[in-house]
């Protein structure tokens, strides 16, 4: 978070933002709710759910948690972190496809 | 730490001139990597223990979808009073930041106590971690997170009680460690919005 | 920071000065001294294991009578006193002995000192981490007092046995949380302390090699234990809350079915174990390296040759080192596909290694050599680690595993890397750097002793296991002449336990040295004794709280030895 532009009106500004942000979560929620009810593949329904939770965690991510103005050298311990993250869950499940059912 | 080890290292409050970061605000997000890294761990067993198996019930049939939504908008909600305590700070607005903070505390609880009714629920009906793998993850996925939401109650608490004297010696230091308690309290609502959909809607 | 400006320097009490220290050096001195007790109580349980190997139902004299009857009923060693031995002996040399010393220790007491800093960016988190490292060592030793034993699944703690196992199952999974606790506090502050603390003008390139393999370490002790953490859970929850996370369905235990629910994976359980016990080795190395090239450096009189290329392999390394893991998993059917991508990735990553041990080597030519102490560890580190790297091709290739996976070749394989290997550069630095933090050398015959019988000792414990295990003797038997072809060379396991005994003799003279020494060794006439670059040395000795009198600016790279036209053959860091 750039602490220097921290004038009361950039203050005020900040606010209105964790508003809006808030809002689009609770519609996402109904809306990821909603989705769930229908009756999608195990495929699509898997695809939309993580796709609406993958926005939701942007968004908190980068308005809660300030990563929208954050410094590289954060980042790049993110980078970093999601690359093992995904080698982890897809080459462990790569291993296993012969038990795949669904 | 004495005083004058204290003043012997650099920025604590005040960034690194190149990095742009406070020590506690790299650390924190050093611990949230291995944090993404323990759940992620989690998630990929159980997305193993589940595609092999074909008696896996859906989880909305099975679990309290309704509870489980109001405790993601609690959650959320606790997000936003957070980020508000930590704004509070920055306009020196230290009882508003109480104020904010205290709500924080109150909406986790809330949580914890949904959270309880609903175990409670599932105790009754005689389904516990052995009773199946659908409920051994339940479980161990949404208990490891509410032990981190329990875990931020009380980095709140102290926070909110015994910490904030620091506001008065050190007001830099103070806000920049409500920032990072922030980053811990946003990080655990994020593994829950991942942790709703795929327990409980799919 | 602070508004005080007068100085507070009212004496901590002895409790919060050395026991409850928040000081780098005293932490990393804690660290040290409990992990060389530990690393000699590891080594002590396998030197009993040797004895059953070399004599097998024979009774232990002596010894055997000390020991509870539950494990060495008349002296003679129960299996599952046997399997207990290799599970804790694993257990306690890996995650008590040598991690713990080569980064809290040397981690702790170098990095500040090496980057310049007054201290570890978070003092207090830095003995949390030793008190957390403490706490998880009491438990794990308190599971030998329990009635059937401490865990005895290897240290690898494979489900199904590890889920249906005894008691001390459940402390190891215990000991392990707090352990891991340990480390990742470890890792946040290190990792912090150099992108942050590092003085003017020390840039990335110009730290020196043992501040980077640190580094690099961090990460993967960060990245890599978490899912180690949620497996230890899973397991917690499969032995105390019932569930079946590694329990396949139909399991039959002794001619009874197992009354769980089954449908769980046990192959989930060593994904798990292995993603982070594969970067766990290079945890268990990467320090090492550091520590030679520093002494390498210091002893040749020369910069290092590919400083460079070094840095790039050691980031490298690290890197790969989390996506090889199921090179040790070879054997659980993963199918051709993931066989051959792990098999790539491994057969890739020996590359880095091998571009780090050349550069070592090719530093020595053209050096003046000083045969010291520290360097005659150090030397003999780059034959034995490459022996141990060698060894490890075979195990790498899915085809030839078939063969040699769970055999003792492995055991060779990997004790070459740990130690003549990792615990070499580890007893190189401690002579190395025992005067700066003492201001006392150890004694250098009595060192040329150790080393010397400690180097024979080691390859004549460990060579012949290449033999038996090409042999096929499997690894993790309590008799392994039950098998014909055993039998052929029981011989070498007498050899080998005789080796190991001399070898645990040998180590009484470093425990001698190390002791008389700090009281009566030879005083240092320098803050610099053995004339190096790299920032530590710029201290007063040992260094105060706070470490540098004035905040050291850094002007040039870590290993200006020898330059040109200076008047001196070394230039320290922080002269202009």
Redesign the interface.
Known sequence: ?S?DA?T?EA?KK??RI??A??VT??CL?AV??GV??LHLT?AL??SV??F??TI??TL??CY??HLISE????FS??F???F??M???F???????????? | MSEAQAQLIPYIDEPHPITGVTNSKLAIWLFLASEIMLFGALFSSYIILRVSDPTWPHGRMVLNVPLATLNTMILITSSVTMVMSWASLMQNRFDRYRFYMALTILLGCGFMVVKGFEYAHKFEARHFPSTNNFYATYFTLTGLHGLHVLGGILTNLYFLFFGSKMWKTNPTQFAGRIEVAGLYWHFVDLVWIFLFPSIYLL | MSEHSHEEHHELGFIRKYIFSTDHKIIGIQYGITALCFLFFGFCLMMLMRWQLAYPGDALPVIGTWLPERYMPGGQMTPDFYNALGAMHGTIMVFLGVVPLAVGAFGNYLVPLQVGAADMAFPKLNGASYWSYFVGGVIMLSSFFLPNGPAASGWTSYPPLADIAISGQTVWLFGMVFLITSSLLGSINTIATIIQLRAKGLSFFRMPFFVWSQFVTAFLLLLAFPPLEAAAVMQLMDRLAGSSFFLPSGLVVSGTALQVAGGGNPVLWQHLFWFLAHPEVYVLILPAIGIVTEIIANNTRKPIYGYKSMVYSVIFLGFMSFIVWAHHMFMTGMGTTMSNFFQTTTMIISIPSVVLVTCLIISLWGGTIRFNVPMLFALAWLPMFGIGGLTGLPLGLATSDIYLHDTYYVIGHFHYVVAPGTIFALFAGIYFWFPKATGRMMNQTLGKLHFWISLVAMNGVFFPMFIQGIAGVSRRLHTPITYAHAQAVQGTNVFMSLSAWVLGAAQLLFIINFFISMKAGKKVTSDNPWESTTLEWATPTPPPHGNFDKVPEVHRGPYDYSLPGGATDFAPQNIA
């Open positions: 978070m602490h921290l009361p203050i900040h606010v964790y508003i942000v808030f979560l609770a929620t990821t709710v769930s009810t195990p329904a898997i759910a993580l609406i939770a939701k965690a908190v991510a809660f948690m410094k590289k050298l954060i311990v993110l970093i972190t999601g093992f993250f080698v982890m869950i080459i462990i499940l790569a291993t296993t496809r012969s038990m795949f059912v669904i």
